[in-house]
C-alpha cells in the first residue's frame, strides 16, 4: 500500500513537472527588460524567449517576432531549445515507462519485473529534470553576469524571466517526483520463512503409536 501511494504522488509529480517544462519552453520570459535607470516610466517592455521576441506597449498591445534563423541565436538560447525539447520527451516516455509498470495497471504480470520498470521510469523522469535544469542555470548565469557588465549598454540589460523560475520548479518536481519512483518497492506478499510440516503419526490396530513413528 505504501509502494502505491510513493508511485501515484511521485507519478503526479513527474507529470506536473513535465507540463511545467512545457510550458516553460513555449513561453516568450525567458528575459525581460531591466528597469534599472532613473526613469521607470517606459514605453515598452521587450520579452525574449526560445523562439520568439516579444515586445509589449504600455497600452497592452504585444507584437511577436519568432527568430528568424536558428543560426543567429546565441549559443545559450541554441542550447537552451535543444534540451528542453530533449526533456520534454524523456518526460513523454518515462509516463509511459512508468504507467506500463505501475501497480494499477496489468500490462506486466510479474510483480519484481513491475518495479524494476517503475525504477526505470523514475531515472528516466530525474535525467529529464537535469536536461531541463542546464538551460536554465546557463541562462540565469548569462543574464546576471551581463546585468553587472558595465560594457553592456542598459537598454540591453535583462533580467530573469518568470520562465525560468517555472523551469525551477519543474525541475525540482521531475528530481522529488523521479526520486519517489525510485524508491518504489514491491509489496510483500510472503514471508521469507519456510513452513515445516512434520508427518502424521500412524496408531497400531489396538490404538498404540507405531513405533517407527520414534525411528
Given amino acids: 500500500m505504501v509502494s502505491a501511494g510513493l508511485e501515484i504522488m511521485g ?56 527568430h528568424d534563423s536558428v543560426l543567429s541565436l546565441n549559443s545559450d538560447l541554441q542550447a537552451a531549445r535543444s534540451l528542453t525539447i530533449i526533456s520534454s520527451v524523456l518526460g513523454v516516455l518515462g509516463l509511459m515507462v512508468v504507467i506500463a509498470g505501475a501497480q494499477c495497471t496489468n500490462c506486466i504480470r510479474v510483480e519484481s519485473v513491475k518495479t524494476r520498470v517503475v525504477n526505470a521510469g523514475g531515472v ?29 549598454a542598459p537598454s540591453k540589460k535583462r533580467e530573469i524571466g518568470a520562465a525560468l523560475y517555472i523551469g525551477w520548479a519543474a525541475t525540482a518536481l521531475l528530481l522529488i517526483g523521479g526520486a519517489l519512483l525510485c524508491c518504489s518497492c514491491p509489496s510483500g506478499g510472503s514471508s521469507g520463512y519456510a513452513v515445516k510440516y512434520s508427518p502424521t503419526k500412524r496408531t497400531t490396530p489396538n490404538g498404540d503409536y507405531d513405533k517407527r513413528n520414534y525411528v
Fill in 11 to 66: 507519478l503526479a509529480m513527474c507529470v506536473i513537472g513535465s507540463l511545467l517544462v512545457m510550458v516553460a519552453c513555449g513561453l516568450p520570459m525567458w528575459k525581460v527588460t531591466a528597469f534599472i535607470e532613473a526613469n521607470i516610466v517606459v514605453a515598452q517592455t521587450i520579452w525574449d524567449g526560445l523562439w520568439m521576441s516579444c515586445v509589449v506597449q504600455s497600452t497592452g498591445q504585444m507584437q511577436c517576432k519568432l
Fill in 124 to 152: 528516466v523522469f530525474i535525467v529529464s529534470g537535469l536536461f531541463v535544469l542546464v538551460p536554465l542555470c546557463w541562462m540565469a548565469n548569462n543574464i546576471i553576469s551581463d546585468f553587472y557588465n558595465p560594457q553592456v
